[in-house]
């Protein structure tokens, strides 16, 4: 079964950037590959995605601010984070897909 293993959360002050990274133990080059996250007392939504043909989205509230890339020769999908907010403190999940399978998580705290 393919595991997504995600990478390079932690604590931030508001302002600076971060960069997630998520490797497949498998090939990624025919998958959409997709960021999510959850807060404590919320549900998990999207983040942004991007499809096996290049094509993204991003939730409204990181539009202009972060960044999905994706590298298929390392089976890794990226997350470029700028301009961090508070409210954007929470657990980040990768996802790959269909069917979707899902990253362990990586923390990430935004503070004042």
């Known amino acids: 079964q393919v595991q997504l293993v995600e990478s390079g959360g932690g604590l931030v002050q508001a302002g600076e950037s971060l960069r997630l990274s998520c490797v497949a133990s498998?090939?990624?080059?025919?998958?959409?590959m997709g960021w999510f996250r959850q807060s404590p007392g919320k549900q998990r939504e999207l983040v942004a995605t991007?499809?096996?043909?290049?094509?993204?989205n991003y939730a409204d509230a990181v539009k202009g601010r972060f960044t999905i890339f994706r590298d298929n020769s390392k089976n890794t999908v990226y997350l470029q984070m700028d301009s961090l907010r508070i409210e954007d403190t929470a657990v980040y999940y990768c996802?790959?897909?269909?069917?979707?399978?899902w990253g362990q998580g990586t923390q990430v705290t935004v503070s004042s």
């Open positions: 996802n790959m897909g269909p069917p979707p399978i």
């Open positions: 498998a090939s990624t080059f025919d998958y959409a």
């Open positions: 991007q499809t096996t043909g290049g094509s993204t």
